[in-house]
């Protein structure tokens, strides 16, 4: 297979020679780094991302011989990872089976926090408004401003199973009053004038 074929282009070629095992490894290859900076963008946990980047490469897998390439390969890939996330997010025993915080290991936080610069609680600041979204909000916000999608891709991600993707009008419009929420928070909280 030619170097100069696109990722898309070799991964295809692969699951048409029958060999998805390879297609899949590729693709974990190129795009499992920007799909787990995505999910540890949207979950903000290390741990929580890599437990769902785990059922993204099963899901990838289990998926890709299927692909059809309504959208790039990219796209795909995050629409995978969005609703690997969306599952872990509802899966019963993760809403209630965690142990709550010890007050040591807040105490030890709060010593931490107070020691970074105005910078950087800045970002914390800004972070946790973004924490505050909801999840298809937090990621029309990464997919577009943080991984450069495009917005008929992001539009992609974000269909819901069985129903046409929104317009990419409708996305715009969605993220600007995403933007207006964000600076009325970021306002609110003291972060700009």
Do not use: C
Request: no cysteine.
């Amino acid at each position: 297979m030619p170097p100069a074929m696109t990722l898309e282009a070799r991964v295809q070629a692969l699951v048409a020679e029958g060999r998805a095992r390879d297609a899949t490894a590729l693709a974990l290859r190129e795009l499992g780094p920007q799909v787990l900076a995505y999910l540890v963008s949207l979950l903000r946990n290390d741990g929580d991302a890599r437990e769902v980047f785990a059922q993204f490469a099963e899901d990838l897998w289990k998926g890709l011989p299927g692909f059809r390439g309504d959208a790039s390969l990219r796209g795909w890939a995050y629409r995978i990872a969005w609703h690997a996330s969306a599952r872990w997010a509802r899966d019963p025993y993760r809403q209630r089976g965690r142990r709550l915080e010890t007050r040591e290991a807040s105490a030890l936080a709060a010593e931490v926090l107070t020691t970074l610069g105005d910078e950087a609680r800045r970002a914390d600041r800004m972070s946790a408004l973004r924490a505050r979204l909801a999840p298809e909000e937090q990621t029309l916000l990464i997919l577009r401003v943080d991984r450069d999608l495009p917005w008929r891709e992001v539009a992609l991600v974000l269909a819901e199973d069985g129903r046409p993707a929104p317009s990419e009008a409708a996305l715009r419009k969605r993220f600007e009053r995403l933007k207006e929420k964000l600076g009325r928070a970021a306002r609110d909280e003291g972060l700009m004038d």
